[in-house]
Each structure stands twice: as structure tokens, then as C-alpha cells.
């Protein structure tokens, strides 16, 4: 039996080893590599499809249900703040600073650990250890095209920098794309009709605007005017004002329920970019709430996308870290969040075990 203490130092040096692989969303193939050849060290059958790396604890079991522990290893570019190497693991004072080190490498390795801590124990599961590519984004190419080709979770537990604290509801993304009509004319004349001046009645509406439901974890959706641009010269009276909305989509709307409210109540023609990034929450009567309230877990609704929203299964995000380092400057992980994200996700799953057990 794996040793919680190895456990840690193999998932240290694993998010080192991938800290120094460049794995920008598309470009993710080495790190694909990398989590591949550390399973392989663990006589672990790896399958493959692009840049997402996938394994089960033991062989299938189509007669049981499947738990999936997830995570992405693509990050973001590196922003013009950092003072260190990006591309370099460096302990400093307890931290592993290095891109990536928060979002997602740590939880990732993580619930690598947990993965490797169950292979071969007898579980009234199956579990399934995905490696996702393409989650900053949410490309075509990582979670959604293999989802076809796995067995339907009965939960997934997507690792994220949550302080090891359970989202159990996440918003979706709609962006919309809005063209108001009006009349061209002369602008030293009383001619046209100016589509500016429509325009700023959907956008004075949209700045008011409130949606009838509201979530209990995460409150209410929220709509916000990101981009407009019109006209063309100082002296023509513009026929077109395009404008984009930016809305964010609490569990208590479908992003089609949240668009056609909108619809009914601004002028513009309105076109959605996609309804992919849907909202997610888990169902009441769960079992993942008894385990949570089990081990004290801090149950939260979560403002920021994730694969959640890309999983069409019941589906908790948590993980070691802090979203609030996501995406910065000399971004880092504190060493001992790792210990403590591979002992939380160890304890979930034994609970989630022994409830699943009682159940059968």
C-alpha cells in the first residue's frame, strides 16, 4: 500500500516534470506524453485520444457504476508580470511556483496520486482517471470529443483549485451576439433612423436587467454588455449597432431558458455564439451531499468555467490551491496543499465507497 508520504513525493516531482513542458491549450501533446510515461512506470494501460490521457483503476466493469476523477493539463500563456521562469519548478518557502502549478497541475496530480492509491482495490466502482486537454478553452478537441467513448459517470469529481472546498454548482457562458437596424441618412438632415440611438434602449435595459430565478448556491445570472461598435463616418446616420453580451448562467437557467428571456425583452436580433458552456448543479439527493457532510466539506456555488460544464454527468469540482492564483504572475501552489488535496481526495472516495456499499 502506497504511503501517503510517496504518494506525495511521486506527485510533486510529476508537476515538476510538467511545469517544464511548454502545454499552451492545442499544443498540450509532451505533457500527454509525460502523464502517459508515468502511468506506464506504474504498469498502468493508458488510452489515448488526441491530447486526453485516460486509465481505469482495474479492469471495467460494465455491471458497476463509474466515478470519474478529472483534470486538464493545458494552461494559458504566460502574462508580461512574471518575474520567474515560468517554465521553471522552484521551491521557494514552501511554495512550487511554476506555470500551471495552480491551475490545474496540482489538483491534477493530485487526483493522480488518489488514482494510484486505488489500483487494484476492490471498489463498487469503476474508477476512471482522465487527463483533459483543452480546458482554458474549452476546445473542441478535449473533454467533450471523448465522452462518446467513455462509460456514463454516475459522479465526476473535476479537479480544480478550490481550496478543497466543493462546488456543487457552477455557471455556464452564454456570449451573444446583437445587431440593432436602423436607417442610414444625412446627418446634417432630419433623415434615418440612427440604430446608436436604438441601441441605447436594450443597453440601458440590459444594465438594469434581472433575471426572474434565482440560484441558491449561486444567486443570479448575470448579463453585461462587453463590446459595441457603429457607423463608419462622422456624417452618415448609422443603419447598424452591434453589441455583445456577456452572460453568466447560474443552475437555476439552461443558457436556451436565459436566451429567450433575454429575447423578450430587448429589441435587437440576438445571435448565440454557442450553448455548449451549460450550467451545472448536483442533484439534492446525491450521495456525494452525504459524503461531503460526512467530512465537513464547504459547499459553494462556483463563478468560474471549468470541464463541468462540458460534462453531461452529475458532476463536484474541488481541489487543492486557490482560484484567486489562476492565471497570475509567478503563479505557485503551496507543497503542503498538495498532501492535503491527495488526502481529501483519498477520504472522498473511501466515503463515497462505503456509502455506495451500503447502497447496493
Request: aromatic share 8%.
Amino acid at each position: 500500500m502506497d504511503s501517503l508520504n510517496s504518494l506525495f513525493d511521486e506527485a510533486v516531482l510529476l508537476l515538476k516534470d510538467l511545469i517544464r513542458i511548454q502545454s499552451f491549450s492545442r499544443e498540450e501533446d509532451q505533457t500527454a506524453d509525460q502523464i502517459e510515461s508515468f502511468l506506464a512506470q506504474k504498469r498502468i494501460k493508458t488510452n489515448r485520444s488526441g491530447n486526453n490521457v485516460w486509465a481505469f483503476a482495474s479492469e471495467y466493469n460494465p455491471v458497476l457504476p463509474t466515478v470519474w476523477l478529472n483534470s486538464h493539463h493545458d494552461t494559458v500563456k504566460p502574462n508580461s508580470g512574471y518575474t520567474k521562469d515560468p517554465f521553471q519548478p522552484i521551491e521557494e518557502e514552501g511554495k512550487l511556483f511554476g506555470l500551471g502549478s495552480n491551475d490545474a497541475g496540482g489538483p491534477l496530480v493530485s487526483l493522480i496520486a488518489c488514482f494510484c492509491h486505488f489500483i487494484e482495490k476492490p471498489l463498487p466502482f469503476n474508477l476512471l482517471m482522465i487527463a483533459s486537454a483543452e480546458e482554458e478553452i474549452s476546445g473542441s478537441n478535449g473533454i467533450s470529443s471523448i465522452i462518446s467513448q467513455l462509460p456514463e459517470a454516475e459522479l465526476a469529481i473535476v479537479g480544480e483549485p478550490t481550496q478543497m472546498k466543493l462546488a456543487v454548482a457552477e455557471k455556464g457562458l452564454l456570449v451573444i451576439d446583437a445587431k440593432v437596424h436602423g436607417k442610414a441618412g444625412h446627418a446634417a438632415r432630419e433623415e434615418g433612423i440612427n440604430a446608436i440611438y436604438l441601441a441605447l434602449d436594450d443597453l440601458d435595459e440590459i444594465r438594469n436587467f434581472e433575471f426572474f430565478k434565482t440560484s441558491p448556491f449561486l444567486g443570479r445570472t448575470k448579463v453585461t454588455a462587453t463590446v459595441i461598435k457603429a457607423g463608419h463616418q462622422h456624417n452618415v446616420v448609422p443603419d447598424l449597432c452591434e453589441y455583445t453580451l456577456d452572460v453568466r448562467v447560474t443552475d437555476a437557467y439552461t443558457l436556451e431558458e436565459a436566451f429567450e428571456e433575454l429575447k423578450s425583452a430587448l429589441k435587437a436580433d440576438l445571435t448565440p455564439r454557442s450553448m455548449r458552456l451549460q450550467s451545472s448543479h448536483l442533484a439534492g439527493d446525491h450521495l456525494m451531499y452525504r459524503v461531503a457532510e460526512e467530512l465537513d466539506l464547504e459547499k459553494f456555488g462556483s463563478p468560474t468555467l471549468s470541464d463541468q460544464a462540458l460534462i453531461p454527468f452529475s458532476s463536484v469540482k474541488i481541489g487543492p490551491g486557490d482560484s484567486a492564483r489562476s492565471h497570475t504572475a509567478d503563479e505557485f501552489i503551496f507543497l503542503e496543499e498538495i498532501r492535503e488535496g491527495i488526502q481529501g481526495y483519498i477520504s472522498i472516495i473511501n466515503k463515497y465507497a462505503e456509502f455506495s456499499s451500503k447502497q447496493i
